[in-house]
């Protein structure tokens, strides 16, 4: 059974930082680009960067750019999102997700497995 568990949201102040982590078990996904996408209160869920299975590939999207940064590290199975300069707007249920290898790789529609998520708070 393939399984996602996010880990590391909390409260921050803004300015402040994070590292979310997702452990993946079940299957290795060491040849899968991974996602991370979060969903704000009333809103979608929103592409926020993805990691190819080289970890030399990222791309994030413009709201988080320059201040994101996601690796992994395939001997654990994990994958991190390391979070600086928090903005109250960044407030978020964070997910991280298995990119299926076809699809929109920038839409949820393109992921297979998905984490329960974890909450991110930062106050202003």
């Known amino acids: 059974q393939v399984q996602l568990v996010e880990s590391g949201g909390g409260l921050v102040q803004a300015g402040g930082s994070l590292r979310l982590s997702c452990a993946a078990s079940?299957?290795?996904?060491?040849?899968?680009?991974m996602g991370w996408f979060r969903q704000a209160p009333g809103k979608e869920r929103e592409f926020v960067g993805w990691?190819?299975?080289?970890?030399?590939?990222?791309y994030y999207g413009d709201s988080v750019k320059g201040r994101f940064t996601i690796s992994r590290d395939n001997a654990k199975n994990t994958v991190y999102l390391q979070m600086n300069s928090l903005k109250p707007e960044d407030t978020a249920v964070y997910y991280c997700?298995?990119?299926?290898?076809?699809?929109?790789?920038?839409?949820?529609?393109?992921?297979?497995?998905w984490g329960q998520g974890t909450q991110v708070t930062v106050s202003s």
């Open positions: 997700a298995v990119y299926s290898g076809s699809g929109n790789i920038y839409t949820t529609r393109g992921y297979d497995y």
């Open positions: 079940g299957r290795t996904f060491s040849t899968n680009r």
């Open positions: 990691i190819g299975n080289s970890v030399i590939s990222t």
